[in-house]
């Protein structure tokens, strides 16, 4: 599949549904406190996306069956609610949305301490935060779409984090999963050329312990194979020939 160029009509409605997924992360982050269940995250989630008119991304996408991606602790990506799971004081947990706005996507990850948390987790889940903003230096026309995979890996690794390799950022619009992928690690050679107009889900999953992962038998919750703990942070950004969009950021 050819990397989709967005029309300025387009770009107005990727940016409502990028507006609309801050929101949805807004209240999700003000909610969250120790002995919720992750299905109570769910739950609201869907209410807010619903609450404007939006359809939950991942939703029965490839028969995943929940709106909200949450995922604790050692889990890395694609946790499933469960209302008898509780979040207690100390834990991270890092949730994944997707809305759906008039046929659009956007897609957006955050991780969050429940109350207090040790240094080590902080430290975690802000360096893949920043990773992102490292990335994003070269998320403009003309550079190289690898040159935002290898920002990311080299700016993880640095900390002696590991970089999950298998799973990877990846093109957005009217399917939640476009052309290109996008790794966070560096890769030996250069990539698509960006032009304005892209729109990419960029989302480091940075691991305290080793790179390595392990699928769990729901087929979907993947966990660090060492246990360790895991962060992911990912927003939708525009291409532009100036500084890139973050269409779920606006802070
Ligand atoms: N941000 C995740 C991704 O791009 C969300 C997909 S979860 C799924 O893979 F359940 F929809 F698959
Ligand atoms: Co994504």
Same mark, same amino acid.
């Given at each position: 599949?050819?990397?989709?160029?967005?029309?300025? !009509? #387009?770009?107005?409605?990727?940016? /409502?549904?990028? @507006?609309?997924?801050?929101?949805?992360?807004?209240?999700? +982050? *003000?909610?969250?406190?120790?002995?919720?269940?992750?299905?109570?995250?769910?739950?609201?989630?869907?209410?807010?996306?619903?609450?404007?008119?939006?359809?939950?991304?991942?939703?029965?996408?490839?028969?995943?069956?929940?709106?909200?991606?949450?995922?604790?602790?050692?889990?890395?990506?694609?946790?499933?609610?469960?209302?008898?799971?509780?979040?207690?004081?100390?834990?991270?947990?890092?949730?994944?949305?997707?809305?759906?706005?008039?046929?659009?996507?956007?897609?957006?990850?955050?991780?969050?301490?429940?109350?207090?948390?040790? !240094? #080590?987790?902080?430290?975690?889940? /802000?360096?893949? @935060?920043?990773?992102?903003?490292?990335?994003?230096?070269? +998320? *403009?026309?003309?550079?190289?779409?690898?040159?935002?995979?290898?920002?990311?890996?080299?700016?993880?690794?640095?900390?002696?984090?590991?970089?999950?390799?298998?799973?990877?950022?990846?093109?957005?619009?009217?399917?939640?999963?476009?052309?290109?992928?996008?790794?966070?690690?560096?890769?030996?050679?250069?990539?698509?050329?960006?032009?304005?107009?892209?729109?990419?889900?960029?989302?480091?999953?940075?691991?305290?312990?080793?790179?390595?992962?392990?699928?769990?038998?729901?087929?979907?919750?993947?966990?660090?194979?060492?246990?360790?703990?895991?962060?992911?942070?990912?927003?939708?950004?525009?291409?532009?020939?100036?500084?890139?969009?973050?269409?779920?950021?606006?802070?």
């Amino acid at each position: 599949m050819p990397i989709s160029i967005k029309s300025g !009509r #387009e770009i107005e409605l990727m940016t /409502e549904a990028g @507006r609309i997924l801050e929101i949805v992360h807004d209240e999700l +982050a *003000k909610a969250l406190h120790p002995g919720m269940s992750t299905k109570d995250i769910d739950v609201l989630g869907e209410e807010v996306i619903r609450s404007y008119g939006c359809i939950p991304s991942f939703l029965d996408y490839n028969g995943y069956p929940a709106s909200i991606c949450v995922s604790a602790n050692e889990e890395v990506v694609h946790g499933i609610p469960d209302k008898h799971r509780i979040l207690k004081e100390g834990d991270i947990v890092s949730l994944d949305a997707g809305v759906i706005y008039k046929g659009y996507h956007s897609d957006a990850a955050r991780t969050h301490g429940i109350g207090e948390i040790s !240094r #080590e987790a902080a430290k975690l889940a /802000e360096v893949t @935060r920043e990773s992102f903003f490292e990335g994003i230096k070269y +998320a *403009k026309e003309g550079n190289y779409l690898f040159e935002i995979s290898a920002a990311i890996g080299r700016y993880a690794e640095s900390f002696g984090y590991g970089v999950v390799r298998d799973l990877c950022g990846h093109g957005i619009g009217t399917n939640l999963h476009e052309a290109p992928e996008i790794p966070n690690y560096e890769m030996n050679r250069k990539g698509v050329k960006l032009k304005a107009g892209m729109t990419l889900a960029i989302e480091p999953m940075i691991n305290a312990g080793t790179w390595e992962v392990d699928w769990l038998d729901d087929d979907w919750t993947v966990v660090t194979r060492d246990g360790a703990l895991s962060a992911h942070y990912e927003n939708t950004v525009l291409i532009t020939d100036d500084e890139p969009k973050l269409l779920t950021l606006s802070k």
